[in-house]
């Protein structure tokens, strides 16, 4: 089955600066790759996703970058505000399979004001 | 509002003593899941369910049962909790098997004695 890996897992950034969290799969079948935005008592919240037919995706300040041929996928986060701060799950899942999402292990990001 | 309610939000039990956590949603979606939450272990899926009476083990299906009796509803039932199953969990609802745009809920945590 799909194993997604997550890094890093905790990541601390100064408001105002970029962060990076970054995902790899290993089921070259896969071809939907959301990411979800957890915040504290909360469920996760769909935030940006990306098909396999595309290479990248912008939505304000968040974009995320997909490279099939290395099965990795990146979310970007320009700007960070203090609200960014939050647990980031990013997932993979196949049009094929029967089963849905698989995540990876959360990224947990704090941004200092 | 389009939701997916979770209920109870917070509940401790005793080892051996059955319970049941139950999820609704009112978007008439075909696919519902669950998942439990553990740090460091991201979302694990424990089962799902791809319509009325269709149901399927996930990753982590040990000592839960579920039921799909009516399309809204998607109870977890834990026959006989274990100190193990001491988690986070989360039901979602999707349109797509897929897991397009998953709503969860706001998550129930257990804590078995």
């Known amino acids: 089955g799909e194993n997604v890996e997550q890094h890093p897992s905790t990541l601390s950034v100064q408001e105002g600066d970029s962060a990076v969290i970054k995902c790899t799969y290993s089921?070259?079948?896969?071809?939907?790759f959301p990411w979800y935005k957890q915040e504290l008592g909360k469920g996760p919240q769909l935030i940006i996703d990306i098909r396999s037919n595309v290479g990248e995706k912008k939505d304000q300040r968040i974009a995320v970058t997909l490279n099939k041929t290395a099965k990795h996928f990146s979310l970007h986060i320009t700007e960070t505000q203090p609200e960014d701060s939050a647990v980031y799950f990013c997932a993979a899942a196949s049009y094929t399979g029967r089963r849905a999402l698989t995540f990876g292990s959360g990224t947990r990001l704090q941004v200092q004001p | 509002e389009a939701q997916v309610t979770q209920n109870p939000r917070y509940l401790i039990t005793v080892t051996g003593k059955k319970l049941t956590v139950t999820c609704s949603q009112n978007m008439n979606h075909e696919y519902m899941s669950w998942y439990r939450q553990d740090p460091g272990l991201g979302l694990r899926q424990i089962y799902y369910s791809m319509n009325v009476e269709v149901t399927d083990k996930g990753d982590v299906p040990e000592g839960y049962k579920v039921s799909r009796k009516e399309k809204r509803n998607f109870p977890l039932i834990l026959e006989s909790p274990s100190p193990n199953q001491t988690s986070l969990y989360f039901c979602?609802?999707?349109?797509?098997?897929?897991?397009?745009?998953?709503?969860f809920g706001s998550g129930t945590r257990l804590t078995v004695v």
């Open positions: 089921d070259s079948a896969s071809n939907y």
């Open positions: 979602a609802s999707s349109p797509t098997l897929r897991g397009d745009g998953y709503t």
